[in-house]
């Protein structure tokens, strides 16, 4: 880090919160959106499938196409369309322009969140790589933290096109800080879509890439409907939802630094193997509700510290494995990280059209049985 500017780390965790608070502002208010357009809560959750899988589409490609451009353009370009996006979703004035605005967004944050991930990592010496990206993601986390749960009040006292408004609103002073501390022309080794093909032909890697969407998966399929979980089994309403989601927001800041930190004592595979392990022992729980409120605040912070100290491991984990192509590997990474998102919620929205939210941990739970098989065998490829 020697050669990184002093700011720079907090800045990109800066810009990462408005991309956290844009992409999954969703979760937080499925309910007033349904309710304005008078959709059902799967129908309205689907903001966040077409959010995710346009993202997993565009953000291999677009950091690939813009493999030799500076990473401040780069990065200014793409928190600007994400702003911008922001701003439509606020004056939608139908659900189809919504989910246009989704698409807008997942092409401005496709190419952030890789680029920053990238930048942190070649500036940081290997053995404090995977404390240095936590601080980078540090920003998603806390908009876990404070950015959902304040744009779900908002949501719900003044209406939901104000949350997305101060979304747009964020993004006018972090562009402004993005260009002035990232340094002009930084640019690493250049990455090309024949390099994107070589990585998607090398079956093992990709093997190792795809975990992530299968672990969070598992996640999103709670997650994504949660809020209505909540309201269906434990009588919630907006305050209540506010505060389950603020608790698990400061267990997935939590989460974020123990996974960095587990990962460069233990090793990245080891720490995905106990998280995994330790998500099947507590997700069931959540399709026994209702529980005393003090008891599943303190379930939910736990879920949450366990599901996001996921992420640190397994980029430390990538960069490991193929350190030349790592931005590449690092926007599949990320592109995969909203497939998860995507199957998750389209999986949760049929359990709840199925059977009802109550079913939704079990459902859960089988997923992430998956993906402990997933890591098993993407481990003994890529040995």
Known sequence: MADAPRLLIPTLSAVNFIVGMGAFLTVGIIEPIADDFGVTDAQSGALLTTYAILYAILSPLLVSLAGRIGRRRVLAMGLAIFGLSALISAIAPTLFTLHVSRGIAAMGAGVITPVTAAVAAMLTAPERRARTLAAVFAGLTIAQAV?????????????????????????????????????????FAPVSLKDLGKTLADLPLMAAVFFTATFLCSIFVLYTYFAPLLAADMGYARDGITVALFIFGLGAIAGNFTGGAMSDRIGASRTLLILTL????????????PLPTWLLMAYTFLWSVIGWSFGAAQQVRLVTLDPARAPVLLSLNAACIYVGAAAGSAIGGAVIEARSESTLGLAATLVMIAALAHLIASDRATR
Do not use: C, E, K
Request: glycine share 10%; charged share 5%; proline share 8%.
């Open 147 to 187: 950015g959902i749960p304040i744009g779900g009040w908002v949501a719900y006292t003044f209406g939901w096109r104000y949350a997305f408004a101060i979304v747009a609103i964020l993004s006018v002073p972090a562009l402004i800080l993005l260009w002035r501390i990232v340094p002009a022309g930084l640019s």
């Open 278 to 289: 330790l998500q099947i022992a507590t997700l069931p729980l959540y399709s026994y509700l």
